[in-house]
Structures are given as structure tokens and as C-alpha cells.
């Protein structure tokens, strides 16, 4: 069990050697961040009310997404184990003694944790002095939104895993990605907030897994009655559920996608 803490301090390190990158991605995501909400203050100074969410709704939510962004990773980037199911690296991967699913996601939450300190945060917090936004009063309720952050990157991380695995047949995801790049964002909350949607279509897409990376955070963070349940706790409960179930799927396609692998002939 040594191996997934040192693979997870790995993926840290690794990503907190991007720093100019890490700076831009604050920069783009605060820029990002003020255009949306711009948008969406000129929207609600002409209804002020739209199913449950106000002004401070709305532009706190854009500043979740785009703390968020980089740390559920909806639009990627992909993992690297789709290139190497491609080129045939995967048969190292399948050699070490340790599961291919649990490595790849110890390496990742260690990227998503530094992507949620060094870049969310700062990111997050130029929405607060730029804007009014909508905070926990509580530090019992931030403990809940940073639960809440930690489950949708769990969520992020298994999305892209099932995607990635689909090279053991197709060979090429990047099929998969070209869709999933235009559907994740809307169902996850990111290009609108749910709430904004007619209440038939937000059902729907609350109820699919994209919702559980931003939306759902977002709500919980605004304690919206919204979230399944009317509770926080419903809102937890949904993601751990999804977040539950995309991994005991990835493990068993996993494990379907091992018995049929051929590297080099063998």
C-alpha cells in the first residue's frame, strides 16, 4: 500500500514543475471567469430571478467552474494511458504488481490536489475581491465543500480513465474526446448553470455523472435546495455514489480490457 502514496507525492511533484503554466492557468480562468460573469450580470439585471438562482448565484458558480476546471479536467487533459494502450507501453503498466486503475489514480489526485491549491484557489479568490460572491459562513461547511471538491475529482479522474480504456478497442480515443469535450462541459455546468436550463432538461442532466464534477459542488457550496434530497448531504451522497460506481466500472472493464491485451505479437 506504500506504492499509492508515493505515486500520488509523484503526480504532485510533477505538475508543481509547471509553474509559468500554472500562472497562465490562473490568468486565463480569472479572465474566463470575469467574461462569464459579466455575461450573466447583464442576464439577471433583467430577471433577477431564474428557477432559485440569483445574480450571487450564478457568478459564484462561474468561479467555482473555473476553480474547479483544471481539477476535475471535463475537458481534459486526456491520460496518458490512452498513448500508451496505442503504442503498446500499457504492457509495462500491466507488469508492475500493483492495480492499473489504483496507479493511475494516485498519480492523478496527486496532479488534481496541486491543481485545486495552486491554481483553484488563487483563481477562486480573485472572484471574491472582484465580486460579490455567495460564501459558506461556517468552517464546518467549507469541510463539506472541500469533501465535495475531493469526490468530484474522483469523479473527473474515472471519467477520463473509462475513456482512456476504450483504446484497448478502438485504439484512438481521440473519437471519445472530440464528443465528451462537447458534452461535458454543458452537462457539468460549466458553460450555464443547470438552474438556468428548463426544469425538464436540468433534471436530466443533473442526474448524469458530468453534473456530480461542478454543479453539484457549486450548489453544495451556495447549500441550494436544489441538490438531490434538498441537503448537502444529498448532494455528498450523489457523488460518492457516482463516484463509487464509475470506479467499480473502470475496475471491471479493466479487468475485461487485461485478458484481451496483445503487445508486440505476444
Known amino acids: 500500500m506504500r506504492v499509492y502514496p508515493a505515486v500520488y507525492i509523484r503526480g504532485l511533484r510533477r505538475y508543481s514543475t509547471y509553474r509559468a503554466a500554472t500562472i497562465a492557468g490562473i490568468l486565463t480562468n480569472s479572465v474566463f471567469g470575469c467574461i462569464n460573469a459579466a455575461v450573466l450580470i447583464a442576464l439577471f439585471s433583467v430577471r433577477p430571478e431564474i428557477n432559485g438562482y440569483d445574480m450571487g448565484d450564478a457568478v459564484t458558480q462561474v468561479f467555482v467552474c473555473q476553480a474547479l476546471i483544471a481539477t476535475v479536467a471535463v475537458m481534459g487533459p486526456p491520460l496518458d494511458l490512452g498513448e500508451r494502450v496505442r503504442t503498446g507501453a500499457v504492457g509495462v503498466d500491466l507488469l508492475r504488481p500493483v492495480s492499473l486503475m489504483g496507479w493511475w489514480l494516485a498519480e492523478d489526485l496527486g496532479r488534481a490536489t496541486f491543481s485545486l491549491v495552486f491554481r483553484g484557489t488563487p483563481t477562486f479568490l480573485v472572484g471574491t475581491v472582484l465580486f460579490d460572491l455567495v460564501l459558506p459562513k461556517t468552517l464546518g461547511h467549507w469541510a463539506l465543500v472541500l469533501v465535495s471538491c475531493a469526490l ?43 438552474a438556468l436550463y428548463p426544469p425538464a432538461v436540468s433534471g436530466v442532466l443533473r442526474a448524469l455523472p458530468w453534473a456530480s464534477t ?8 451556495l ?44
Open 152 to 194: 468530484a475529482a474522483v469523479i473527473g479522474f474515472a471519467l477520463r480513465y473509462l475513456y482512456e480504456l476504450a483504446g484497448f478497442w478502438i485504439l484512438d480515443t481521440r473519437g471519445i474526446w472530440a464528443i465528451v469535450g462537447m458534452l461535458g462541459p454543458v452537462a457539468a455546468g460549466m458553460l450555464l448553470p443547470l
Open 214 to 221: 461542478i454543479q453539484i459542488p457549486a450548489e453544495i457550496l
Open 223 to 266: 447549500g441550494k435546495e436544489s441538490l438531490p434530497g434538498g441537503s448537502i448531504a444529498g448532494g455528498l451522497a450523489l457523488q460518492a455514489g457516482w463516484a463509487l460506481g464509475l470506479l467499480l466500472l473502470g475496475a471491471w472493464i479493466t479487468s475485461v480490457a487485461t485478458r484481451k491485451v496483445v503487445v508486440q505479437g505476444g
